[in-house]
């Protein structure tokens, strides 16, 4: 099913041009003054620079007028191999939509909504031939039912041409379009951007980039140095004070410059307030006991921290740099 993207803005166009698989543009002239285009001939020979295949309007009151009317068109610039020219289903559409086709060039005959229009339109050689879904469904008619037909009646009388769903309001009207076998779908950015979207999609991406960075990221990657010592001759208001400023549920308590006495946590704090009640504030550290925290190496992955904090049961690691203490690594850099 070819795709093209429905839009006359710029920006749109640009980006959607990107993907480097669009078929092509449809344009209309009601787009044109919805986005305030004030140079229509000018926009479209912008537009034309963006995609393979533009859709443009041939508008007149008599096949002789429209098919003027695309003369213009190529002669301001566009491309005879790369231009569709768009024209209402009328009789005089149908004449002009023949006349164009005995020339080499293409047509979408559309604004279609019955059968028998599409016939006229299958009969005149049409490129395209374009039922407006969503338009035909605002007035409660059964759209998908009527291009339905319009493909199985391509395929019963080997008809060459392409039946396009357009007036597409829905990602469901996408899903409407692949089922009943249309040739092409014409779409607006926002629903185009929607198509790749799906919430259990986003949760498996989000856990393939987690899981990645757990196993490709270093321990000294991302180990916190700041903020994370003080003396053990502080007390706990200290160390209280250093843990809203480095926002980590530890500190270390250290011996000296070099050596570390202990890693003080909030459940320290606890502990403490449950023994010594009013007075934990002022509750010096060097009272504390003494115990080696629970190190790793700041060359290890964080898939090990993880799996080391799983094992010790702790929140908080030691990271060294073969001896040298160098950080703190906290369990919320690794959820």
Known sequence: MELYLDSVNLEEIKEASKLGYLTGLTTTPTFMVREGVKDIDAQMLEIAKYVDILQVEALGDTAEEIVTEAQRLIELGLSKEKTVFKIPISLEGT???????????????????TVQQAYMAFAAGATYVCPLVGRLQDQGHDALG???????????????SKVMFSSVRHVEHVKNALNIGVHTCTIPWKIMKKLTENHFTTIGTNQFIEDTRILTT???????????????????????????????GAVVVMKNENTIRRIFTDGDVRRILHENGKDVHEYNLSELDDHDPVSIDVNASLFEAK?????????????????????????????
């Open 95 to 113: 004449r002009a939509c023949k006349m164009l086709v005995n020339q080499g060039l293409m047509v979408n005959l559309h604004l279609v909504y």
């Open 146 to 160: 009527l291009v339905k037909e319009c493909v199985e009646i391509t395929q019963k009388y080997n008809y060459k």
């Open 218 to 248: 270093r321990v000294g990657d991302i180990v916190r140095t700041e903020d994370i010592k003080i003396n053990g001759a502080g007390k706990v208001k200290d160390a209280l004070l250093l843990m809203t400023k480095s926002k980590l």
């Open 307 to 335: 799996q080391l904090i799983k094992d010790q049961k702790v929140d908080t690691l030691v990271a060294k740099d073969g001896d040298k203490f160098v950080g703190l690594i906290d369990v919320q850099y690794l959820l």
